[in-house]
């Protein structure tokens, strides 16, 4: 069975720390490990790591892969309020017929507090 | 585009009722994905089409969920009876086959389910 596991489920932190999310996954037909940020509505997409050991950034938040060891952490630093989500990992799959699917962890709750 | 439609946006409904879920893909969309999200189990999928057919639904919970996809722009998650456990919110996603890894899937804004 496909699984991907996120830690720590919660954490709260100051404005201005600098938080790492962890993500692991057990997988077949692996394609992409992605990462995603809910706030009230949908996820909404941050990055797609496809290849271990590139750095994928955008502004306070970098992410990396290790395809070797199975796993993905999401760096932020400098947090701010407005980062209070919840921090959702994805392995996508590979399905017959060439489609990908997603498999999420359960995410990780931050929030942001002054 | 206007992307993945869902609705109703907000559902509360009493215990025992059915509930009907509705879903339209982005135009062109060969995949569609229902998804269901829990404070206890994140965000688990469902059942997924390709091409209006399920492919795989063995994250169905039980019998009492079906999904159907009549066709290429709309499809329905249905739950009869409804019961408390259900409550959560479901996702509907679409995608489109690319060459090489950049597949996209496309979130809708969710429907909010409340089972009294």
């Known amino acids: 069975e496909d699984k991907v596991v996120q830690s720590p489920l919660s954490l709260v932190v100051h404005e201005g720390d600098t938080v790492t999310l962890n993500c692991s996954y057990e997988v077949t037909n692996f394609r992409s490990l992605l990462w995603y940020k809910q706030e009230k509505k949908a996820p909404t997409f941050l990055f797609m790591l496809t290849s271990s050991g590139i750095e994928k950034k955008s502004g306070r938040l970098s992410s990396i892969l290790d395809k070797k060891e199975l796993f993905s952490i999401l760096n932020i630093t400098a947090t701010q309020t407005g980062d209070s989500a919840i921090y959702l990992c994805a392995a996508n799959l590979i399905l017959t017929g060439g489609g990908n699917k997603l498999t999420f962890g359960t995410g990780t709750q931050l929030k942001v507090e002054l | 585009d206007a992307g993945v439609i869902q609705s109703p946006r907000h559902e509360v409904t009493e215990m025992g009722q059915e509930v009907t879920l509705r879903c339209k893909p982005i135009?062109?969309?060969?995949?569609l994905f229902w998804y269901r999200q829990t404070m206890m189990r994140g965000l688990e999928l469902l059942i997924y089409f390709n091409n209006n057919v399920p492919i795989d639904d063995s994250g169905m919970p039980e019998d009492r969920f079906s999904a159907k996809m009549p066709n290429a722009s709309f499809s329905t998650l249905k739950i009869q009876p409804s019961e408390p456990r259900d409550s959560a919110v479901y996702f509907c996603a679409s995608s489109l086959i690319r060459s090489g890894s950049g597949n996209t899937i496309y979130f809708g804004e969710g429907s909010w389910l409340t089972v009294v």
């Open positions: 135009s062109g969309h060969d995949y």
